[in-house]
């Protein structure tokens, strides 16, 4: 994708892999489905560049890719079917039962939701601990690299990391482990 942005241009070079990535992720492993939200995530991107060039934007890239994949899945549950028709598409072959999908898809959902109820609380609760969950973790960034971006030591992504995963580990263990249970 070239535009007349140069600076556009090198921020779609450098994370439209890691915008693919995490929606395909989010959106079930549905590779069709995370191509039109990688688009739409830098088309809004592109149309909002000037007051999110301040910003965080690799972070904002990833909660935007995984909103729209919360939304396209909570749209795919909602989608009726007439007259007994399931609606496949050309390459899909018939799999597990009804009910078999429709409990993963509800699992699928919950499991979204809850990942999304952590980075927001993550958000609230240290917005620098967040970036660089992000940027580890689920954009898997290098520690060095990511150490850089944030502009900290590598020892201080470190201990900012252990620091999340305490918090997370001590806010939402216990959330963790029932839904683990009930799977």
Partial sequence: MWTGNREFNEIYEKYKNLVLKTAYINSGDNYDASQDITQETFLKLYTDFEKLKTGNIPAWLYTTAQR????LNKKRKREILTDGNEIRSENESVGPSAEAEYMESELNLKRGEFHERILEGLL?????WHEAIILVYYMEIPQAQAA???NISLGVLHSMLHRAKKWIKNTYGAEYEEMKRKE
């Fill in 124 to 128: 609230e609760k240290n917005s620098r």
């Fill in 68 to 71: 729209s994949a919360f939304n």
């Fill in 148 to 150: 850089e971006m944030m």
